[in-house]
């Protein structure tokens, strides 16, 4: 999962007229494959590393990686924020790193990748409920995509109550998905920075400092053996801070003043396939048929959900 804020960054430089050119379709062609794979490196990072010990080095380590790109490009007074924007990234950094992340990092030592990301992918459709109880009133035509969003995920948590995956895993992925929307939700109501690399340190930096804090309470460092931990697992968490995180967002944030926002917005339902793919090519992860059939209706209705919203 990324640590992104659908927003305009309103601090960062001018940039030409939205197109969609080259440079649009290679940025977006990194945001499909980047952020659709970050579930099969989370799942190859936790086969021998603590799941939330090494969650928190992955947004640690970006978070530092980050905030030297911002000081870089922008100058060190890029990185200074108000107190009530420091305050805002922690409570923003907390629900999406260490609730949003975190939860599908742990439920991804029992659940397969391709079925996290499908889960995870009603995020839109979750934010469509928490506008909805918060007094706002979507399109018929959104409500639609949550309804049969909802039959969606009842397909996709079956393997859950059949047996075939752990239902604790399932609960905790739609969760964390819950948890991610909510961050949505709750960043665009909050004093953000206004440019979102600066922003995106400082969440990432809070919420990996709580989940390192989580994975001590946890006891994840008892009898902890790095020299146990496999190879793959040190390339996939280097592969998570440097390209899932700092390229990922790089290519996002970019792309959100680059390109039409409709276009952008293709990355929510396009993601959890790009997951499917790999799990099943990389991790030999089986595609039944919840998965297949629950997964093309929540990617279904999500598409009808963002390109309604979009619309407006």
């Known amino acids: 999962m990324s640590t992104s804020i659908p927003a305009e960054p309103a601090a960062a430089p001018a940039t030409p007229q939205r197109g969609t050119g080259g440079a649009v379709w290679t940025a977006l062609g990194l945001v499909y494959v980047v952020w659709g794979s970050t579930y099969l490196g989370i799942r190859i990072v936790v086969q021998t590393m603590p799941p939330f010990l090494s969650a928190g080095a992955r947004f640690l380590s970006a978070g530092l990686v980050l905030a030297g790109i911002v000081a870089w490009r922008y100058g060190p007074s890029a990185l200074r924020v108000t107190r009530a924007q420091l305050g805002s990234t922690l409570v923003v950094g907390l629900l999406l790193v260490l609730g949003g992340n975190g939860l599908v990092v742990l439920a991804e030592t029992s659940v397969p990748s391709g079925l996290a990301a499908l889960l995870v992918a009603a995020v839109p459709m ?33 393997p859950g109550l059949s047996g075939e995956v752990r239902l604790s895993g399932v609960l905790l992925v739609v969760a964390g998905s819950v948890t991610w929307a909510l961050g949505s939700f709750t960043a665009g ?45 040190w390339l996939a968490l280097g592969y998570l801070v440097l390209i899932g995180s700092v390229v ?65």
């Open 126 to 158: 979750w934010v469509v409920v928490l506008r909805s109880v918060t007094g706002d009133r979507p399109p018929l035509r959104t409500l639609a995509g949550v309804l049969v969003g909802l039959t969606g995920m009842a397909v996709l948590t079956s």
């Open 189 to 233: 109501r909050l004093p953000l920075p206004g440019n979102p690399f600066t922003g995106s340190v400082y969440q990432m930096l809070w919420g990996g400092a709580a989940q390192v804090a989580v994975g001590l309470l946890r006891g994840e460092q008892r009898g902890l053996d790095p020299g146990a931990f496999s190879t793959a697992s």
């Open 248 to 312: 990922g967002f790089t290519a996002y944030a970019w792309l959100l003043q680059a390109a039409p926002l409709s276009l952008v917005a293709t990355y929510a339902y396009v993601n959890p396939v790009v997951a499917v793919a790999l799990g099943w090519l990389i991790l030999d992860e089986p595609l039944t048929l919840p998965i297949v059939l629950g997964g093309a209706i929540v990617v279904a209705a999500v598409g009808v959900i963002v390109s309604t919203e979009r619309r407006k």
